[in-house]
C-alpha cells in the first residue's frame, strides 16, 4: 500500500466555501497540518491576522518571492496570495497530511512543483447560488462580485485538470465535509500512490 503523509489542495472559485469547509475539519477535529495564505489585502471584519490569513505587505511578498518561499502565489483581484512553503515542508516531513486552499491558478502551481498531491476541485451548486453566497457576504462590490462571476466560469474550464469535484451544497456543509474525509481515506489505501515530490 502507500505510504507517506498526503498534500490535498482544495480549490474552486471565491464563495464556494472553501474557508467553511477548513474551518468544519478543525473542528472535528481531523488532524490535518491546516497552513495559512499570506495575502496583500486588508483584513477583513472578523478575521484574525495569523488565523484566517497572514496579513502581510506588498515588501514582505516580494522578499518571500524572491528567496522562493511561497508553495504557489497568485494576484488575485488586484491582491497578492501565497502559501509560505517552510510550515508544508516540516509537517510533510514529520509525516502529518497537510491541506491547503487556493485557486485554480494556484492548484496549477502545487500540481507542477509537488507531483503526488491530490487535488480537490470544491463546485457551487449553481452559478445563481454561487452568486446569491457572495452578495450575502457583503465583503465586494457589484461590480467586483461581476468580475467574481466571470472568473468563476474560466475555473469551471479547469475541472479536468483536478482529481476529484465536490459540491458544497446550500446547507450541505457537514455532507462535503464528509465526501472530502472520504477521500482523504480513499488515497491513504491506494495501492500504489507516488510520495509528495516537495522538499
Not at 53 to 82: K, S
Not at 121 to 147: A, K
Request: net charge negative; charged share 25%.
Amino acid at each position: 500500500m502507500s505510504s507517506g503523509p498526503l498534500l490535498i489542495v482544495l480549490s474552486g472559485p471565491s464563495g464556494v466555501g472553501k474557508d467553511s469547509i477548513l474551518l468544519r475539519l478543525q473542528e472535528l477535529g481531523y488532524p490535518f497540518h491546516y497552513t495559512v495564505t499570506a495575502t496583500t489585502r486588508p483584513l477583513r471584519p472578523g478575521e484574525v491576522d495569523g488565523k484566517d490569513y497572514y496579513f502581510v505587505t506588498e515588501a514582505w511578498f516580494e522578499r518571500e518571492l524572491a528567496r522562493h518561499g511561497l508553495l504557489e502565489h497568485a494576484c488575485v483581484y488586484g491582491r497578492h496570495y501565497g502559501v509560505p512553503k517552510a510550515p508544508v515542508v516540516t509537517a510533510l516531513a514529520a509525516g502529518t497530511d497537510v491541506i491547503l486552499r487556493t485557486n485554480v491558478d494556484g492548484a496549477r502551481s502545487i500540481r507542477a512543483l509537488a507531483p503526488g498531491e491530490v487535488l480537490i476541485f470544491v463546485m457551487p451548486p449553481s452559478l445563481e447560488q454561487l452568486e446569491d453566497r457572495l452578495r450575502r457576504r457583503q465583503t465586494d462590490s457589484d461590480g467586483d462580485i461581476d468580475r467574481r462571476l466571470s472568473e468563476v466560469r474560466a475555473e469551471l474550464g479547469a475541472l479536468d485538470q483536478f482529481d476529484y469535484a465536490v459540491v458544497n451544497e446550500e446547507g450541505g456543509l457537514d455532507a462535503c465535509v464528509s465526501t472530502i474525509a472520504a477521500i482523504v481515506q480513499a488515497e491513504k489505501c491506494r495501492v500504489s500512490r507516488p510520495p509528495v515530490g516537495l522538499a
